[in-house]
T-cell receptor, first 115, second 113 residues
Framework: GAVVSQHPSRVICKSGTSVKIECRSL??????MFWYRQFPKQSLMLMAT?????????EQGVEKDKFLINHASLTLSTLTVTSAHPEDSSFYIC???????????FGSGTRLTVV | GDSVTQMEGPVTLSEEAFLTINCTYT??????LFWYVQYPGEGLQLLLK?????DKGSNKGFEATYRKETTSFHLEKGSVQVSDSAVYFC????????????FGTGTRLLVSP
């Protein structure tokens, strides 16, 4: 079945530095990828929709300059948290669409801790 | 806009008890409906889905029926196990594969031996 690999699973960084999270579709081409953020004991908040070869579409309230999304190929999308601060600490999850109806596959998530 | 409402948790049950987690939705058109499960520290796994009215999704003993008349997609399991302890998310999406998922707030299930 469709597999999405998300890396790293955990990262700790210092305040002010940038962190890159990768999301790869291993056995299918993902024209569209979604990036979610999950706060403790809360649901998933969609941050942006990433389409291969074009600019990402950000949800209202998400800072485009802070959360840089790149979808350069059909198998790779990256989320870069720039100038991270403690309030950016969260669980980030990517999801890739296979293009089939209801074809969503989730990565295993990245726990980001900014100290 | 589209939305999903789930019962608040946590839901605490003893092993072998019957489980129901309520989910209702608001959407235009005919969305597809999903249940996802999240184990601690992990991403989401698709548990089951239904794409049209009266469809029943089932997997690992869990079932949910797409009820258009009541706009509901309640999750049920006849006999829960300790290993079922997790957070369960109800979600909906539009009819094309590229539309975003709209999630409910999640319901934590705790099953004790």
């Amino acid at each position: 079945g469709a597999v999405v690999s998300q890396h790293p699973s955990r990262v700790i960084c210092k305040s002010g530095t940038s962190v890159k999270i990768e999301c790869r579709s291993l056995d299918f081409q993902a024209t569209t990828m979604f990036w979610y953020r999950q706060f403790p004991k809360q649901s998933l908040m969609l941050m942006a929709t990433s389409n291969e070869g074009s600019k990402a579409t950000y949800e209202q309230g998400v800072e485009k300059d802070k959360f840089l999304i790149n979808h350069a190929s059909l198998t790779l999308s990256t989320l870069t948290v720039t100038s991270a601060h403690p309030e950016d600490s969260s669980f980030y999850i990517c999801s890739a669409s296979t293009g089939q109806v209801n074809g969503y596959t989730f990565g295993s998530g990245t726990r980001l801790t900014v100290v | 806009g589209d939305s999903v409402t789930q019962m608040e948790g946590p839901v605490t049950l003893s092993e072998e008890a019957f489980l129901t987690i309520n989910c209702t939705y608001t959407a235009t058109g005919y969305p597809s409906l999903f249940w996802y499960v999240q184990y601690p520290g992990e991403g989401l796994q698709l548990l089951l889905k239904a794409t049209k009215a009266d469809d029943k999704g089932s997997n690992k003993g869990f079932e949910a029926t797409y009820r258009k008349e009541t706009t509901s997609f309640h999750l049920e399991k006849g006999s829960v196990q300790v290993s079922d302890s997790a957070v369960y998310f109800c979600a909906l999406s539009g009819q094309t594969g590229f539309q975003k998922l709209v999630f409910g707030t999640g319901t934590r299930l705790l099953v004790s031996p």
